[in-house]
């Protein structure tokens, strides 16, 4: 009995996989749906902004994009500085530096998209 072929050799280095660019987005959207890009752009604009009106602070400060993410929003205070501490490693004193207030904003999968990615 001859032996089976041997398999190819697996590829060494695969180029890593580029992120899509928002022009190559936008011109996939259109031709799925079927309009052109300047639309399509419209409607990306239109989303950016009603989610930044939802998560604003007269907004409820959370949108949840559905079958995609929960965009969240948390105001984080402010740290004053000025304390004296030691480094846990070279048992050196150094004084902390001052933080200011800042909003954080998170997105996280929904359940949806996490059973996708299964």
Same mark, same amino acid.
């Given at each position: ?58 907004? $409820? ?8 993410? &929960?965009?969240?929003?948390?105001? #984080? *205070? !402010?740290? /004053? ?16 530096? $001052? ?8 997105? &996280?999968?929904?359940?949806?998209? #996490? *059973? !996708?990615? /299964?």
């Amino acid at each position: 009995m001859a032996k089976a072929a041997a398999k190819p050799a697996a590829k060494k280095a695969a180029a890593p996989k580029k992120a899509m660019t928002k022009s190559a987005f936008v011109s996939h959207l259109a031709t799925k749906a079927g309009i052109n890009k300047t639309q399509v752009n419209a409607v990306l604009d239109e989303i950016i902004e009603v989610i930044k009106g939802e998560v604003s602070a007269k907004g $409820p400060g959370k949108f949840v994009f559905p079958n995609l993410c &929960r965009v969240t929003v948390t105001r #984080k *205070d !402010a740290v /004053k500085g000025g304390e004296t501490k030691i480094n846990r490693l070279t048992q050196q004193p150094y004084v902390t530096k $001052p933080k200011p207030a800042y909003n954080q904003v998170k997105l &996280r999968p929904v359940k949806a998209l #996490k *059973d !996708a990615l /299964k």
